[in-house]
T-cell receptor
Framework: GQQLNQSPQSMFIQEGEDVSMNCTSSSIFNTWLWYKQDPGEGPVLLIALYKAGELTSNGRLTAQFGITRKDSFLNISASIPSDVGIYFCAGQNSGNTPLVFGKGTRLSVIA | KAGVTQTPRYLIKTRGQQVTLSCSPISGHRSVSWYQQTPGQGLQFLFEYFSETQRNKGNFPGRFSGRQFSNSRSEMNVSTLELGDSALYLC????????????????FGPGTRLTVL
């Protein structure tokens, strides 16, 4: 089945630093989503992208839908301790197919 | 607007037992999807329901089943539990599936943590 390659698997950064993570796929997706999951909770939607080339921001978060439709990245600027968690990318071919998730990027922020 | 709710939040069962998990979608949402999350396999799709009909099904054995009621609430059932069924079971709802764009964006509940002993 389809798989998303998400990298890096984990990262340790200093508070105030910028963070970048990405997802790549061997096949095309028509929707890219980024979620954040805190321990013991369900994933929370951060940013949704519906159009190739689209660049969308949500506060300190910015995500882009790759022009080839096979990749997406998420940037977090000026990281703070509450950014700690696992970030997942998810892709969807069409509204009739289920989401495919990456394995997640575990972010740790050192104060 | 209340989010997706799942009950119970935690559950401990023994091998061979069966379990039923419940999910109430966001008000107005008519599609419910279920996922299994484990450290080794990540988030894996179980099934999706819309208008009381299963639209999609993931690659899980027949011991995993689900249903949706007329008020869009959904339940999933796992029979003959195995140790490997220990996981966080997540439910996600969306407004209407099958249409590209934000009407199909999925919002997750907090999950049910199932432990099989």
């Amino acid at each position: 089945g389809q798989q998303l390659n998400q990298s890096p698997q984990s990262m340790f950064i200093q508070e105030g630093e910028d963070v970048s993570m990405n997802c790549t796929s061997s096949s095309i997706f028509n929707t890219w989503l980024w979620y954040k999951q805190d321990p013991g909770e369900g994933p929370v939607l951060l940013i949704a992208l519906y159009k190739a080339g689209e660049l969308t921001s949500n506060g300190r978060l910015t995500a882009q839908f790759g022009i080839t439709r096979k990749d997406s990245f998420l940037n977090i600027s000026a990281s703070i301790p509450s950014d700690v968690g696992i970030y997942f990318c998810a892709g969807q071919n069409s509204g009739n197919t289920p989401l495919v998730f990456g394995k997640g990027t575990r972010l740790s922020v050192i104060a | 607007k209340a989010g997706v709710t799942q009950t119970p939040r935690y559950l401990i069962k023994t091998r061979g037992q069966q379990v039923t998990l419940s999910c109430s979608p966001i008000s107005g949402h008519r599609s419910v999807s279920w996922y299994q999350q484990t450290p080794g396999q990540g988030l894996q799709f179980l099934f999706e329901y819309f208008s009381e009909t299963q639209r999609n099904k993931g690659n899980f054995p027949g011991r995993f089943s689900g249903r949706q009621f007329s008020n869009s609430r959904s339940e999933m059932n796992v029979s003959t539990l195995e140790l490997g069924d220990s996981a966080l079971y997540l439910c996600a709802s969306s407004f209407i599936p099958g249409l590209a764009g934000d009407t199909d964006t999925q919002y997750f509940g907090p999950g049910t943590r199932l432990t099989v002993l």
